[in-house]
């Protein structure tokens, strides 16, 4: 498993699937609702994800992949492919920007990340990271991180699943105060790739799923960032929980100890 080869198929994956998510947008699309209405799915999705399928199948025909709309199938090549192929399909349907394509191959045995790709389509930024080798954006090697005072962090937010969000004003609420400033946006890869290029300083996004973050954690951690859950960092992969803290060292451990004693605290 070379982890320059996975990155070159990880890259043009996402970048075809850029393409053709762009190709729809802003057009008359078929809209459904998956588990509600803040959880929508259109054609521009599923072709997207048929997009990337298709680039995988072709480079990487024995290994599996997981995908947001269309499942999992399984391979023997020792890899999983990882692809959220519009992350933020609510924003993209609004015609907002903060929408991205997500791409990330894993180690099929014990869901080491090797390799990932975000792609912001509306912007044209591309992040992409392999294990071991950084992360860079536009063909440029990021700065690692190194934000360490609270009281000057800007934190991403995404407001969890619909059991957690009951919990949103608690969270906001023990944030602002300590903060420089909060932002809400559409996607948890885009906001993870952001953290990794220096354009926020942290993210709190429970409840994901593993298309959601598998290319953005790796952004962040090959930047020189911490990522894990409330429980603790999770070096080389997902928390397995869903719920998703990322940031600089120092500044990971004093977002943890802010924001645990509000999630500890569960639903009034």
Same mark, same amino acid.
């Given at each position: 498993?070379?982890?320059?080869?996975?990155?070159?198929?990880? /890259?043009?994956?996402? %970048?075809?699937?850029?393409?053709?998510?762009?190709?729809?947008?802003?057009? *008359?699309?078929?809209?459904?609702?998956? +588990?509600? $209405?803040? #959880?929508?799915?259109?054609?521009?999705?599923?072709?997207? *994800?048929?997009?990337?399928?298709?680039? %995988?199948? /072709?480079?990487? &025909?024995?290994?599996? =992949?997981?995908?947001?709309?269309?499942?999992?199938?399984?391979? @023997?090549?020792?890899?999983?492919?990882i692809v959220d192929?519009?992350?933020?399909? @609510?924003?993209?349907?609004?015609?907002?920007?903060?929408?991205?394509?997500?791409?990330?191959?894993?180690?099929?045995?014990?869901?080491? %990340?090797?390799?990932?790709?975000?792609?912001?389509?509306?912007?044209?930024?591309? @992040?992409?990271?392999?294990?071991?080798?950084?992360?860079? +954006?536009?063909?440029?090697?990021?700065?690692?991180?190194?934000?360490?005072?609270?009281?000057?962090?800007?934190?991403?937010?995404? %407001?969890?699943?619909?059991?957690?969000?009951?919990?949103?004003? /608690?969270?906001?609420?023990?944030? !602002? $105060?300590?903060?420089?400033?909060?932002?809400?946006?559409?996607?948890?890869?885009?906001?993870?790739? /952001?953290?990794?290029?220096?354009?926020?300083?942290?993210?709190?996004?429970?409840?994901?799923? &593993?298309?959601?973050?598998?290319?953005?954690?790796?952004?962040?951690?090959?930047?020189?960032?911490? @990522?894990? #859950?409330?429980?603790? $960092?999770?070096?080389?992969?997902? &928390?397995?929980?869903?719920? =998703?803290?990322?940031?600089?060292g120092p500044l990971?451990?004093?977002?943890?100890? !802010?924001?645990?004693?509000?999630?500890?605290?569960? &639903? +009034?």
């Amino acid at each position: 498993m070379d982890p320059d080869e996975l990155l070159s198929v990880a /890259r043009e994956a996402a %970048l075809e699937g850029a393409r053709t998510a762009m190709s729809w947008w802003g057009g *008359e699309l078929l809209v459904e609702e998956k +588990a509600g $209405p803040d #959880d929508l799915v259109s054609q521009a999705d599923r072709d997207t *994800e048929r997009v990337i399928r298709s680039v %995988l199948a /072709r480079h990487r &025909p024995d290994d599996g =992949v997981l995908g947001e709309e269309d499942g999992a199938t399984t391979g @023997t090549g020792g890899v999983r492919w990882i692809v959220d192929p519009v992350d933020g399909t @609510t924003s993209y349907l609004y015609g907002r920007s903060d929408w991205a394509v997500s791409v990330a191959a894993a180690d099929a045995a014990d869901g080491r %990340l090797l390799a990932g790709v975000v792609v912001e389509p509306v912007t044209g930024r591309v @992040t992409e990271a392999r294990a071991g080798g950084g992360t860079s +954006a536009d063909g440029r090697p990021v700065r690692r991180l190194a934000r360490r005072d609270l009281s000057r962090a800007l934190v991403e937010l995404n %407001l969890g699943r619909p059991p957690q969000r009951v919990l949103a004003g /608690r969270v906001v609420d023990a944030l !602002v $105060p300590r903060v420089r400033d909060v932002r809400r946006g559409g996607s948890a890869a885009a906001a993870l790739a /952001r953290v990794a290029t220096g354009r926020a300083d942290a993210v709190w996004a429970p409840g994901l799923q &593993p298309w959601d973050c598998a290319a953005g954690v790796l952004l962040v951690q090959e930047a020189g960032g911490t @990522t894990g #859950d409330l429980d603790g $960092p999770a070096p080389g992969t997902w &928390p397995a929980s869903g719920d =998703v803290l990322a940031a600089a060292g120092p500044l990971w451990t004093a977002l943890r100890e !802010v924001l645990a004693p509000v999630w500890a605290s569960g &639903p +009034a």
